[in-house]
C-alpha cells in the first residue's frame, strides 16, 4: 500500500525521514511552468508520469520518494509503478499540487 502524505503533513513526515527525500513531480512541462512548490529541505525531480518507465532510473530506489501531481491519482500510479519495481519507500501527496495550493502555499496557482 502507498502511503499517502496530505500536504499539511508534509514538513512532518520529511522530518521523520532519515536520508534525503525527493519529491518526485510527474505532471506535464506545462503544468511544472503553471504552478510549482518550493523546494525547502529534499530534492525536486520532475519526470512526467508517462517517462516514468524509460527515466526511473534516475531515481534512488532505496530514498524516500513524495510522488506529487495535479491532484494525485497521476502520481499514485506512479507511486504503486514505482513501488511493483522496487523502490523501497514511495508515498504520494494526497490531493497533489492543488491541495498544496489550497493548504501549504495559497501563492501557487490554481489551474
Not at 4 to 31: C, H, M, N, Y
Not at 54 to 59: F, G, I, N, P, S
Not at 66 to 84: D, E, K, M, P, T
Request: net charge negative; proline share 5%; with cysteine.
Amino acid at each position: 500500500m502507498i502511503a499517502q502524505i496530505p500536504p499539511s503533513d508534509f514538513k512532518a513526515w520529511l522530518a521523520t525521514q532519515s536520508t534525503a527525500v525527493t519529491l518526485l513531480d510527474v505532471r506535464e512541462g506545462w503544468e511544472l511552468e503553471t504552478a510549482s512548490v518550493k523546494t525547502d529541505g529534499f530534492a525536486f525531480k520532475h519526470i512526467p508520469m508517462n517517462d516514468t518507465p524509460v527515466r526511473m532510473t534516475e531515481l534512488d530506489a532505496d530514498a524516500p520518494i513524495a510522488c506529487l501531481c495535479h491532484h494525485g491519482a497521476r502520481s499514485q500510479r506512479v507511486a504503486q509503478f514505482l513501488a511493483q519495481n522496487g523502490f523501497t519507500n514511495v508515498s504520494n501527496i494526497a490531493g497533489g499540487i492543488a491541495a498544496w495550493s489550497q493548504t501549504v502555499d495559497h501563492s501557487i496557482p490554481q489551474y
